[in-house]
C-alpha cells in the first residue's frame, strides 16, 4: 500500500541542476522523517539527506552539503531534492524512502523504485 514514486532524473552537464520529487502515499506522510539515498554504478547505497516530519532540522551527507537542498510538502505529501552544481560524482540511480521514525534515523523501511541521474559533459 505505501508507494513512493521518484521522477525528475535525467541528464545534466556538470555545474548544472536538477530538481527531484518524491510523491508518496499510503501512509500518514506529515508523521515520518524521510530521505534520499542513492546509488551510484558500482557502488553501494549511499545516503543522501533526510528531514523531519515536520520539515525541520535537513540533514545531508558531507558529499551534497552546501549544493543540495531537501524539502517536503506535508500538504501535498511530497519530499524533493533540489540539487545544485552537480558533479559527474553525482551520477547514481536516486531513492526516496520513509524512515520508520519521525526523524531520520537511518532505518527505512519503504522505498522508491529510483529516478536515475546522470551528470556528463
Known amino acids: 500500500q505505501v508507494q513512493l514514486v521518484e521522477s525528475g532524473g535525467g541528464l545534466a552537464q556538470p555545474g548544472g541542476s536538477l530538481r527531484l520529487s518524491c510523491a508518496a502515499s499510503?501512509?500518514?506522510?506529515?508523521?515520518?522523517?524521510m530521505s534520499w539515498a542513492r546509488q551510484a554504478p558500482g557502488k553501494g547505497l549511499e545516503w543522501v539527506s533526510g528531514?523531519?516530519?515536520?520539515?525541520?532540522?535537513?540533514e545531508y551527507a558531507d558529499s551534497v552539503k552546501g549544493r543540495f537542498t531537501i524539502s517536503r510538502d506535508n500538504a501535498k505529501n511530497m519530499v524533493y531534492l533540489q540539487m545544485n552544481s552537480l558533479k559527474p560524482e553525482d551520477t547514481a540511480l536516486y531513492y526516496c524512502?520513509?524512515?520508520?521514525?519521525?526523524?531520520?534515523?537511518?532505518?527505512?523501511?519503504?522505498w522508491g523504485k529510483g529516478t536515475l541521474v546522470t551528470v556528463s559533459s
Open positions: 528531514i523531519y516530519s515536520d520539515g525541520r532540522t535537513p
Open positions: 499510503g501512509f500518514t506522510f506529515s508523521r515520518y522523517a
Open positions: 524512502a520513509k524512515d520508520v521514525h519521525l526523524r531520520p534515523a537511518g532505518a527505512m523501511d519503504y
